[in-house]
């Protein structure tokens, strides 16, 4: 079995104000590994004050840092990304041990986390402001663009790296501060990135990680007057309750939730390459994705065939413990998350699904690649995100009610579809009610790309040159010459 080289990524310890502490209380939250429920660490479970401790770190941190260049906070980012990519074994080591993400894909993680890193690095020098033409000629206007202060991001366990980097590096690169609480199931890896950023010369306060009980955390960062920001990636429930703890501090909000996504297969697609990318949207990370093709709506023609391919396909998958050479299906993250891919397949079956694979619980945390067909809107799977390995096919005749059905949900995160008619591409990619779309495409997320959704499931956008804008205040200049 793969060992750690370098142990010192492995902490037991928060980091806060430079320094790597322990709740007074001495209590701890242990991490276990979902593919043999073993433990692999542990962490501090830090009290509200604890928290606090960190804030007021990053308060007095946050001026300095802005005040540097750009071009050294630049410098600072670069250096992170270097040692992210140097470490990336050991880090996708340590993410496969508490999420249980095939290895390969874990180490996919740490180089999309790490190119978030490396492009905020790049944009840091690049914040300009504007010049506006006064209606009076003795005014001069100039527009500013100023870091919001002191950030703090909550952050989910389907990711433990790249959730964070796609926060923190365009808060750091603006000249924010930022507090990361960790989901409490994926501590390690958000520490390792500690060590690595600390190594990198991010100085003490700037960017500091919190673990411990998330309402207890959320509340004392949501009820702060110093955090000026939140950015939360998670459900839609505990988004919606962000939010509205935000309300007394009008706080700035990026929020990245729950989606729905359908993956359209018009009659002319070409249907191996929308079987190659159903199968990277729907079943990487286990179907434990944000942007993951929820409902497969493919059009009556071509339903049959689609299906028969996608299902031998999801039958090869092999299904095993992370750390294991060629496994491509881990195990889902806990009991709950089996429970939930459990009642959508009970759910849909007894609506009258039918069952094409998979569709059973395995020992310890596994469940089987499933496919079911005949899906209709009465079923759970078509109003909730399923988050597991299941991929539901419903059937359409038309293009308006493939987009009506495409639509007709309270998300709007990400959407796919196929087709080789380019009038149908313009339509369709017009008409979906969605903040990411992929055409003959089911691979969409990368650093360059502005990341976010519409409706319910969030606001503001990760990555791209619009990422930064999120971290950035405007002020307006008028001056009298
Ligand atoms: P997921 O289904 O991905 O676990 P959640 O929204 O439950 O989504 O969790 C996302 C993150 O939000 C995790 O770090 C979790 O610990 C944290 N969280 C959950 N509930 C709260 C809350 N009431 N206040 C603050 N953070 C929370």
Redesign the pocket.
């Known amino acids: 079995m793969a060992e750690i080289r370098d142990a010192s990524l492995l902490k037991d310890a928060c980091l806060v104000d430079g320094a790597w502490i322990k709740a007074a209380s001495g209590e701890v939250i242990g991490v276990t590994n979902p593919a043999d429920g073993t433990v692999v660490g542990v962490v501090p479970m830090l009290a509200p004050g604890e928290v606090e401790r960190a804030i007021e770190a990053a308060r007095r941190a946050q001026p300095e840092w802005a005040g540097l260049a750009a071009k050294a906070r630049s410098a600072a980012l670069r250096r992170w990304f270097e040692l992210l990519v140097e470490n990336a074994d050991d880090l996708a080591l340590i993410m496969t041990r508490e999420q249980g993400k095939p290895l390969a894909e874990a180490r996919g993680e740490i180089l999309y986390a790490a190119s978030f890193v490396e492009w905020f690095a790049e944009e840091a020098k690049r914040v300009y402001g504007d010049t506006i033409p006064a209606p009076q000629p003795n005014q001069r206007i100039t527009v500013l663009r100023q870091p919001v202060g002191v950030t703090a991001a ?5 990711f433990p790296a790249a959730m964070i980097t796609r926060k923190a590096a365009p808060a750091l690169a603006a000249g924010c501060t930022m507090i990361v ?4 199931l994926t501590p390690l890896t958000a520490l390792a990135l500690g060590v690595l950023a600390e190594r990198a010369g991010i100085p003490a306060g700037v960017l500091q990680i919190v673990t411990g009980p ?2 207890e ?2 509340k004392v960062l949501t009820e702060s007057e110093t955090v000026r920001k939140l950015s ?1 990636t ?2 839609t ?2 988004g919606r ?2 939010m509205a703890q935000c309300a007394p501090t009008i706080k700035k909000l990026s929020l990245e939730l729950g989606g729905n996504a359908p993956f359209i297969v018009f009659d002319d697609a070409d249907l191996d390459a929308a079987v190659a990318g159903a199968m990277l949207s729907k079943y990487r990370n286990a179907g434990q994705t944000c942007v993951c093709a929820n409902r497969i709506l493919v059009q009556r023609g071509v339903k049959d065939a689609f299906a028969q391919k996608l299902a031998a396909e999801v039958g090869k998958l092999r299904v095993g413990e992370g750390t294991e050479p060629g496994v491509e299906i881990g195990p889902l993250i806990n009991e709950a998350a089996l429970d939930k891919v459990e009642a959508h397949v009970r759910d849909a079956l007894a609506k009258g699904a039918r069952l094409l694979c998979g569709g059973e619980r395995r020992d310890g945390c596994y469940f089987a690649p499933t496919v079911l067909t005949d899906a209709t809107p009465e079923m759970m799977v078509a109003r909730e995100e399923t988050f597991g390995p299941m991929a539901p096919i419903f059937t359409f005749e038309e293009e308006a009610e493939a987009i009506r059905m495409a639509n007709d949900t309270i998300y709007g995160l990400a959407a796919y579809f196929y087709t080789r008619d380019h009038a149908r591409m313009v339509r369709v990619s017009e008409a979906l009610e969605y903040g990411m779309v992929g055409h003959n495409t089911g691979l969409i997320s990368n650093e360059v790309a502005p990341f976010g959704g519409v409706k319910q499931s969030g606001l503001g956008r990760e990555g791209s040159r619009y990422g930064i804008k999120d971290y950035l205040e405007l002020k307006y200049v008028c001056s009298v010459v």
């Open positions: 909550i952050t989910p366990w389907n609480r960790p989901a409490e998330a309402r955390i959320g939360f998670g459900s429930e505990v309750l962000l």
